[in-house]
């Protein structure tokens, strides 16, 4: 089975992705760190022991990577925005072999004490225009979630849009049993709802 493990606001930069993820959710984030293998960086908002959110952009301190990033932020254009939903899972092959090719091949990935495997498709972008999830395994019990501040932040739900968004949930919900996340049909893009301190805000 898959679960909800975080959300990413991406950018072309990281102050501008970081700026997007603080001012909708009217809360402030804090330091993540580097992603040596796809050149990028990142801030993090604590939303609880086991789900956070992520403002992610190209590192330009690093050398570009010789192959696509991730989350296809090679080919970003346009305001800052949620631009990705992430699943967690037990075991990566056995999701893949169900998703299909097109969700990615395992990538081996560590930044400090976090370990995890990633699937990434070699393209960089994601079935559904992007719209689909990406897809983690945590090796180990580190995970960022309970060790960064908690921000009173708790997620409602996620709606995610695409023109062939039955098509997506067909597929992906005998694996999700998560009735916060719906599909919507429409313009490719998503939208989040939290409850925070300051009342439900919307993370788009």
């Known amino acids: ?11 072309a930069t990281l102050p501008e992705a970081t700026l997007q993820l603080e001012s909708c959710m009217g809360l402030d984030s804090v330091p993540g760190g580097q992603h040596a293998h796809f050149a990028t960086h990142n801030t993090l908002m604590g939303c609880g022991p086991d789900f956070y959110l992520e403002a992610i952009a190209t590192d330009p301190s690093a050398p570009n990577p010789p192959y696509p990033r991730w989350f296809a932020l090679d080919q970003f254009d346009g305001p800052p925005r949620l631009t990705n939903w992430i699943l967690a899972c037990d075991d990566l092959d056995a999701a893949l072999a ?25 393209t ?22 309970p060790r960064l501040p908690d921000s009173g ?28 996340v719906t599909y919507v049909e429409g313009a490719a893009g998503m939208m989040a709802a939290f409850e925070t301190p300051d009342g439900v805000r919307k993370l788009s």
């Open 1 to 11: 089975m898959l679960r909800l493990d975080h959300l990413a606001v991406s950018a």
């Open 98 to 122: 169900v998703l299909g090719p097109g969700f990615g091949e395992p990538v081996s990935l560590q930044r400090g004490d976090f370990k995890w495997r990633m699937a990434v498709p070699a």
């Open 124 to 145: 960089g972008v994601l079935p559904f225009d992007g719209m689909a999830p990406a897809l983690i395994q945590w090796d180990g019990d580190a995970h960022p979630a």
């Open 153 to 180: 932040a708790r997620f409602l739900g996620l709606q995610v849009r695409h023109p062939d968004a039955s098509a997506m949930a067909e597929l992906l919900t005998p694996l999700l049993d998560d009735d916060r």
